[in-house]
């Protein structure tokens, strides 16, 4: 059973605690049995429903065991997809890999950590093991980037009303996760001419809309070049968990934003009608 790869692994890292979900018996046997023999602790359950039901580390519940990764089939009765993942991401601090017979929607690309493709043998698990364990390295955001440009922000209010402010940005985020799907797919088959045209749609969008980090980040992928040594973009699981990074910071600031300007226009309103 053990191989090159395997033995490799071994002696490179400490055991990993995975949590395997997957519907198939047969498949989830198989995947559980690698698992155990590349040293990792398995605790391999049939649903969506049953995992959620694991004690898991999170904000609230310190207690709780926590694994390292978590391994889920793409398409499972019940829940599944990116609300199963939006489920653990709330209770876990898990990385979070898709295993499939084929790629996935790509709103399940952008929503997991990384996708690998079904069979596959303890190499190729190895590699993705590997990945997780790495040192996180330094993070490509920069804290001076805000989320959104405040000024952008305020002439997009001073051309339209507030609702259609709202689209616009509600556009912007859903198009960012979109392509954060598809940037998934092309660094997976390592298509970089792909790569860089997703960047640029990213840098060009996010640009237009004074959605700064993620503009920025966008730049970085069109600019990727492997024969200039560049190597900012070698690491493509920490440039993607940056890219959700900013993509979540900038949904937040857009709520938090939206929803203090729609207050404070009831407010403002009653103000000058008091006055009256």
Known sequence: MHTEWMDAHLRRNAPLAVLLIEDDPVGRAIIATLLAALGCTVDAVASGEEALARRMTAAGHPEALAPDAILMDAQMPGLSGCALIAALRARSFASIYVV????????????????????FDAAALAQLLDRCQSAPGPSLLDGADPAIDAAVLAQFRALMPEPAVREIYEQVVADLDRRIGLLAAAFAQDDQAEARRIGHAIKGGCGMAGAVEAARLGALVEAWDRKTGDNQLDDSGRFLRDLRAAARRLRNMLNAEMFASSAAAPAARQSRSGEQ
């Open 100 to 119: 499939s017979a084929s790629p996935p929607a790509p709103e399940i690309m952008a929503a997991a950590d990384g996708f690998l493709q079904k069979p």
